[in-house]
């Protein structure tokens, strides 16, 4: 037995296997700050919720495709590979000669695991665009609203994304870092695809060690270590515009902010102004009644913020909330009265702290990819619009200056994804997912989405096969070995689709004659040719070149905004859009403004503000049953956290199995009280895995997924983004039998 190298979307490692299938890691050589993340991969090869067999529903299989409400609490009967793939490839074929490509599902969404060639989604895509094309969805659960309204903005997404000013630039010359949403250190574990060295907690430290002043923006002080020493501003949750704007207000009123600036880089800013003082100035008085931050703290910020080099961070979590474009919008807004976007330090950043690339100094080299064809089908939906999407076929909704109609789905394919985790109120879904003809999943793990499948194809983990990986900026790419066999008759994706392909006629366009191995060699070939890939294999990793440069976002455009113009239509930073003015939507309009969620309507009966944020202890769903994920857990379930204030009021203690629900559902977690989230707020990360309890009247989630209570409602008709990250709750003792 011997430790061989892998790697995954938290970290990269060397691992071997005992004989009852335990693994042993070691994080990779190379890596400064390895993440106990890793340990959750120790029982994956042989986890009681592997899928180890093929699985047909008992109720698809007896009375053929069709809508049905069974999906979810429905029993299985485990077939052959041969029977399992000739009933998956005729299906596909009556869908396919029935109803037409477009009628097919394939958008798939999802993480899936680190590897380039084995992508899920990746193989998924090729293999239906062999056969004539699929509807796709557009954007992500991510950043899926920053993708829509950055372009009318700044004119990408991209470049503020995935190349906005680096962590060195940061620590070199900022004085003031505002960061609303915080630096979560929790997230920055994690980049798709695979990370080798992680960077970004040195950088952390680094950035208590200069000195920098820190303005924690968040209900949750966890979300910027405790090593640093911050101002905290617990804001109410979904108020940060308000805040943004009473800052934007005092810069005004005292003449502090840019006008050079403004004239020179940006369009549209005339009009923003005369909406902050028109009606009711949306002064800091007017913005501590909405975000509960004393309207003095707000005066004094703005006029810090004003007199220092600031650095304006807002996390991804800010847009993925209802409106969520305007956090954004006024981030950027705020960062232009500042002037100081295009200085080193100075200006806009997104998401510093929401991932391990961000900011980093990371390879610009480009990785082999599988190549995926193209979709002759053109339908799409924004991707977190999917219940709407099989609940109402042919309806009209809106997206970003266009009126468009969900198609009439009949069959959904998912490969490396989880709906049943990603997606808001789990109970809508499921009715979703009564509607179609057939569900095809694959997975590894008995998911909930593989419970609510009629097709399940039990897939290898990426420590039963071969591939590389490397994320976005990774200094190298790891050769992952194959550590173990696949558990019970579990294949890859690519063999699953092999198998599929030559049933339905296209084996050779789909394979190209290669097996897995022939991939990766013919992938790595065709991109470097030194070191050869037997010699890259060998050695188990290849490093990349890392880029070390002070980057700074929009210095180029700051240095000459005519030559290296945005681009918007009008070249300049749109602080006015007029495109988006001219889509004359209510819940998006011109400029950034300050609009209440339409769910504190229900604020009297649900008074606890729900934080539903990305979990410390594992990655989304995956490897939820994994030992560092179910050491966080309290009372056998995941762990929320209250104030003490409110723990008191409701005669709840540290330990006590509670009850959270709203108009939506309910779920069981275990009580954390902490005075680290402000009052008024609860937090209950994404990712235990949905558990109905389908004996009681009322819906209710054993395991505390808390996308039983989150709203199925898209940002705004602009972006139609994820809204997962905010609810309305009230929790209670739970006193009933404990399921
Ligand atoms: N309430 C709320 N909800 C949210 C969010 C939030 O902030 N709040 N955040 C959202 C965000 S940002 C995201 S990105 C999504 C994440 O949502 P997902 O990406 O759907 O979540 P994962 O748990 O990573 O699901 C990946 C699935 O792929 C499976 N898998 C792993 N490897 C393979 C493979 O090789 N082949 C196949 N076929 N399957 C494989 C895993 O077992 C797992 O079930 O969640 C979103 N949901
Ligand atoms: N460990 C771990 N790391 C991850 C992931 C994971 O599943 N596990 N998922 C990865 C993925 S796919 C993504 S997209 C990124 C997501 O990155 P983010 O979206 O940035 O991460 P979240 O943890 O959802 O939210 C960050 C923080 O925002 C704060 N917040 C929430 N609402 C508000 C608000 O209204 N105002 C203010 N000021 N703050 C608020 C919350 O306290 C929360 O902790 O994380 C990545 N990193
Ligand atoms: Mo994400």
Redesign the pocket.
């Known amino acids: 037995m011997t430790l061989r190298p892998n790697t995954s979307h938290w970290g990269a490692f060397l691992a071997e296997a005992d004989a009852d299938g335990r693994l042993t890691i070691v994080p990779h050589p190379a890596d400064p700050a390895p993440t106990p ?1 890793l340990d959750n991969l120790t029982t994956a090869l042989t986890h009681p919720s592997r899928i180890t067999a093929p699985a047909i529903r008992r109720g698809w299989l007896e009375n053929g495709p069709g809508s049905d409400d069974r999906r979810g609490r429905d029993s299985y009967v485990e077939v052959s590979w041969d029977e399992a793939l000739d009933l998956t490839a005729r299906e596909l074929a009556r869908i396919r000669d029935e109803h037409g490509n477009q009628a097919i599902y394939g958008g798939s969404y999802g ?1 899936a695991s680190a590897g380039r060639f084995h992508h899920a989604q990746s193989q998924l895509r090729r293999f239906l665009n062999t056969i004539g094309g699929f509807t796709a969805s557009r954007n992500t659960y ?1 950043f899926g609203t920053s993708q829509v309204v950055l372009p009318h903005i700044v004119g990408d997404y991209q470049q503020v994304v995935h190349r906005g000013t680096s962590w060195r630039s940061i620590t070199a010359n900022t004085e003031l870092l505002v960061a ?3 630096v ?1 250190a ?2 920055v ?2 980049t798709p695809g695979g990370v080798t060295r992680h960077t970004t907690p040195g950088h952390l430290a680094e950035l208590s060690r200069a000195g920098i002043e820190v303005a924690l ?4 002080r966890t ?1 910027l270590p405790s090593t640093i020493d911050a101002q905290w501003l617990p ?1 109410r ?2 108020t ?1 515009v308000a805040l943004m704007l009473g800052i934007a207000h005092t810069l005004v009123t005292e003449g502090l902010h840019d006008k050079d600036f403004l004239d020179r880089y940006c369009t549209g800013y005339a009009e923003f102004e005369r909406y902050l003082f028109d009606g009711v100035p949306k002064d800091a008085t007017w913005a501590s009644a909405i975000t509960e931050i004393p309207a003095a703290d707000i005066v004094a910020l703005a006029r810090k913020m004003a007199a220092s080099r600031t650095m304006i961070t807002v ?4 847009q ?2 209802e409106y969520g474009e305007q956090p954004i919008w006024a981030g950027i807004t705020l960062a232009a009265m500042l002037g100081q976007i295009g200085l080193p330090g100075g200006g806009f950043g997104h ?1 510093y ?3 391990g690339d961000v900011g980093t100094d990371g390879s610009r080299a480009g990785v082999p990819a599988l190549p995926q064809g193209v979709n002759p089908v053109t339908e799409f939906i924004p991707v977190a619009r999917i219940a709407d999407m099989l609940l109402h076929p042919g309806e009209e909704y809106s997206y970003n200056g266009s009126e468009r109609r969900y198609p009439g789905i009949r069959l959904v394919y998912w490969a490396g994804g989880n709906p049943f985790h990603h997606h808001q109120d789990l109970n809508r879904l499921r009715r979703a997912f009564g509607r179609p003809e057939t569900i095809v999943v694959h997975e590894p793990f008995w998911t909930a989405t593989a419970r609510h499948a009629d097709i399940v194809l039990p897939v290898t983990t990426s420590l039963e096969r071969e591939d590389f990986g490397a994320g976005r900026g990774d200094s190298h790419l790891i050769a992952m070995h194959q550590i173990a066999a696949p558990a019970g008759l579990a294949r890859d994706d690519y063999a699953i689709f092999a198998g599929l392909a030559a049933r339905l006629g296209v084996e050779d366009a789909y394979t190209e004659g290669r097996t897995a191995r022939e991939w990766l060699e013919h992938l790595y070939s065709a991109w470097r040719t030194e070191p050869s890939f037997s010699e890259f294999w060998e050695a188990g990793a290849l490093e990349l070149p890392v880029d070390e440069s002070e980057h700074v976002l929009f210095a180029d455009f700051r240095a000459d905004p005519e030559r290296a113009a945005l681009p918007t239509p009008s070249g300049r930073i749109e602080i006015t859009s007029k495109t988006v003015a001219g889509f004359g939507y209510a819940d998006c309009p011109g400029h950034p403004v300050w609009l209440a969620p339409s769910s504190w309507a229900d604020a009297g009966r649900f008074p606890l503000h729900l ?1 539903a ?4 202890t ?3 769903s995956q490897l939820d049953g994994g030992p560092t994920s179910q050491a966080g857990k309290v009372a056998g379930r995941e762990a929320i956290r209250i104030h003490p204030a409110d723990a008191t009021a409701r005669g709840i203690t540290d330990g006590d199995v509670v009850r959270v629900f709203n108009d939506l559902g309910a779920c069981l977690a275990g009580a954390v009280v902490s005075a680290e989230v402000r009052q008024g707020v609860v937090q209950l990360p994404t ?1 235990a895995w949905f558990s109905p309890v389908d004996s009681l009247d009322e819906p209710l989630c054993a395991a505390g997924n808390p996308n039983v209570l989150t709203a199925d409602r898209g940002t705004s008709n602009l972006a139609q983004g994820c809204t997962g ?2 609810a309305l709750v009230e929790v209670e003792i739970y006193s009933g039998e404990l399921p």
Request: proline share 10%; charged share 10%; glycine share 14%.
């Open positions: 993340l993480w991510s609303f949403g915080g979560p929790k997230n574990f994690v923006v968040s209900p949750i979300d804001i949750p979904g940060d996390t991804w979590s800010l993925r909330t998401g702290g929401s991932m934080i944020n990305q979990p410390n594992r990655l989304h990712g990250q905010h």
